[in-house]
């Protein structure tokens, strides 16, 4: 069975439209240099914006911007109006990005890679969450898929999605395995997996053999070869072993956005509650 | 073989008094009540400061003491020439741990409990690392046991142990899997583990036929029943089969202790830095 995280988020947003409609939010995007698939992913939250009369304010800088004229640009946004701010990664090798983060205020930081948001994800306390680890867990709950007690294997690591996604799924009492590129025997780990989450952008990783039958599968890779986009996991191979899987793209993707969502109106309310 | 915890400690500590013992450091350690294992645990710390000539400065409250006395202690302590403040669980119901430890100046927080120093560990940059885990990481090293690539299975999420442990052996390449009171069928997953780090406080969760042979095994929970002391991991069944095994006590706890030195003397360097 096909995750539609196309449909489920079509659904969030449907329904977070009418919330959002007149609160006149802004989104404020800080895009360093002109990395193509930045491009493709600011493009997605301006079309997020257009839909849900969010002002979208796209901030461009040249590759050879200074630190302190972003730190600048990050201390100004978090005085005026805007709603949210987000770093598009990747930025280039002269700027530290958790400085940049980390200057964000954590009620405006709807990527939720703040230190403030981080500490509030390991000690169980409320707060924003990065969008791809909330999009997932919001694709499971929507399925009814049960998380507590089960045995949930993470492939990769990253601190936008392997760290997070392990710590929201440790507090939903699921048993957790991280493994990374360092894991000898991969498979050996991913055929016990109950619910498999692949996260390291390496095209079709995760095979047939790799998997348990009926196990659920969530891939957020994504690689672009020859114009093609390829998940983490061999999906034609693996659907009809899976008993869930969600398709690339048309899966993940679309949850980290109407997440994305989800977190600018969660920033609201926080700012409102000051 | 065992990991003669008690032996590493106190090759550590002989190093180190060299390098404290005219330094005139100072170990605060705030106890709120008169809890038995308390007692037992600061009565540890205090024969560790005779032993390396550190001022030990304990404050012992009443179970009834309000929240803002003892932040106003902490205030106090963070201003003064004080190395190292400790705040030794468990306390009171009324008065909230996290709050407190935030309170403490993360450069005096030998501890590692504040969300500064937590940050460091999960976004792998230096700080304070909690003195269970930054022990067991020591003892594997003294014994030249590889984590990289190793299978390493965690028994036990707390705050305290679990949570910096995993973090700790993720930054060091093992392939970490989380276990807990709601696992299922928890054999399955302590049998493949390289190396298991039982930390539930429960006495001989782990017998010999939940274990690989040859597995390393760190017993970190300890349990006093009837005066005795017990382990998490049923020592004499266990001890053939493994290939290296921590006694209980001898073990992890030694290694805490060592690590609560090395701690305060970062805390030292780090404040001497400023």
């Known amino acids: 069975m096909i995750l539609d995280g196309k449909k489920i988020s079509e659904e969030i947003l449907?329904?977070?439209?009418?919330?959002?409609?007149?609160?006149?939010?802004t989104l404020a995007v800080i895009?360093?240099?002109?990395?193509?698939?930045?491009?493709?992913?600011?493009?997605?939250?301006?079309?997020?914006?257009?839909?849900?009369?969010?002002?979208?304010?796209?901030q461009k800088f040249p590759l050879d911007i200074s630190e302190k004229e972003v730190l600048d640009l990050i201390d100004s946004l978090n005085k005026d109006k805007t709603t949210g701010i987000l770093l598009q990664l990747p930025i280039p090798n002269q700027i530290n990005a958790e400085k940049l983060q980390n200057r964000i205020n954590y009620k405006k930081d709807v990527d939720g890679l703040n230190d403030v948001n981080k500490c509030n994800l390991i000690n169980?306390?409320?707060?924003?969450?990065?969008?791809?680890?909330?999009?997932?867990?919001?694709?499971?709950?929507?399925?009814?898929?049960?998380?507590?007690?089960?045995?949930?294997?993470?492939?990769g690591r990253s601190n936008l999605v392997g760290k997070p996604i392990s710590n929201l799924l440790l507090k939903k009492d699921a048993t957790v395995t991280v493994c990374h590129s360092k894991t000898k025997d991969l498979a050996k780990f991913t055929l016990e997996a109950d619910i498999l989450i692949a996260a390291t952008g390496i095209k079709h990783l995760i095979t047939s053999s790799m998997i348990r039958k009926d196990a659920v599968i969530i891939d957020v890779g994504i690689s672009k070869i020859d114009g093609k986009l390829y998940g983490d996991v061999d999906f034609e191979n693996v659907k009809n072993k899976s008993s869930y899987i969600t398709p690339v793209p048309g899966g993940v993707g679309p949850m980290t956005i109407a997440s994305l969502a989800e977190n600018l109106y969660e920033a609201y309310i926080l700012q409102k509650e000051e």
């Open 14 to 25: 449907s329904d977070l439209k009418e919330k959002i409609n007149k609160l006149n939010l």
């Open 31 to 58: 895009q360093i240099g002109d990395n193509q698939s930045s491009n493709v992913y600011i493009n997605q939250k301006k079309k997020l914006c257009n839909k849900l009369n969010i002002d979208f304010n796209h």
């Open 124 to 155: 169980n306390k409320p707060g924003i969450v990065p969008c791809t680890a909330k999009g997932i867990i919001t694709l499971l709950n929507k399925y009814d898929i049960e998380i507590a007690g089960k045995n949930v294997v993470v492939v």
